[in-house]
């Protein structure tokens, strides 16, 4: 089956400035997460979709993250605006169920300057 | 707070030898433990998941134990190789089916 797809795979933008990443999962998966990762971190969950519908978005900044799933299967996720501290991967990941494990794409590279 | 912890940051052993990785969880009992592999660069590989009510799993190389009076959770890889060198993460679910991830732990088999 095709992987878990991400673009673009590095991004630089100045501090202030808005930035999008774009995911499309694997085909059936109804569960879709945006993860970050700082260097030398694991990853952090941003937020779940079970289909379109958000399932946990505590830990998203919403003053200046927001993501979305239409249709239930492309996301994605916005930084409006960008902080230096926003600079990690971006990782998103599907799942077809708790047991399955989770498929992860290779990330965007976000460094804000 | 519950949290999940790696408590090596780096393991370097000699190829042909046993790696041992450790993960600890303190203030909860996780349902389900998982380990993925994560090269640099790239996103996190699932490897093995283990339930609470499993001692030991296994998968060629690889295995895993989950101790819950310890708890703890070892991650084995047997007859190790130089492209075994990667980092290790355990993970563990919490809530509806969400993942929380230690800080891994990066291993280099030496040649």
């Known amino acids: 089956e095709a992987g878990v797809a991400q673009s673009p795979r590095y991004k630089i933008i100045e501090k202030r400035q808005s930035v999008a990443f774009w995911c499309n999962p694997i085909s059936g998966h109804a569960t879709l997460y945006w993860y970050q990762q700082i260097l030398g971190q694991g990853p952090k969950l941003l937020i779940q979709f079970q289909n379109n519908g958000v399932v946990d978005d505590s830990q998203l900044p919403k003053d200046r993250f927001s993501a979305e799933r239409l249709k239930g299967v492309d996301s994605t996720l916005k930084i409006q605006p960008a902080k230096l501290e926003d600079s990690a991967v971006y990782l998103c990941?599907?799942?077809?169920?708790?047991?399955?494990?989770?498929?992860f794409g290779s990330g965007t590279r976000l460094t804000v300057v | 707070s519950q949290k999940i912890e790696q408590n090596s940051e780096a393991l370097n052993i000699q190829e042909g030898k046993t790696a041992t990785l450790t993960c600890n969880y303190t203030n909860y009992s996780p349902a389900y433990l998982q380990w993925y592999r994560q090269d640099p660069g790239r996103g996190p590989v699932f490897l093995l998941l283990?339930?609470?009510?499993?001692k030991e799993k296994r998968k060629e190389r690889l295995k895993v134990t989950f101790d819950t009076t310890l708890k703890q959770s070892l991650f084995h890889i047997t007859a190790s190789q130089p492209a075994d060198s990667a980092t290790y993460l355990c993970?563990?679910?919490?809530?509806?089916?969400?993942?929380?991830f230690g800080t891994g732990t990066r291993l280099t088999v030496i040649p």
């Open positions: 990941a599907s799942s077809r169920g708790q047991i399955y494990g989770y498929t």
């Open positions: 993970a563990d679910h919490r809530g509806a089916n969400n993942l929380f």
């Open positions: 283990i339930r609470e009510n499993e």
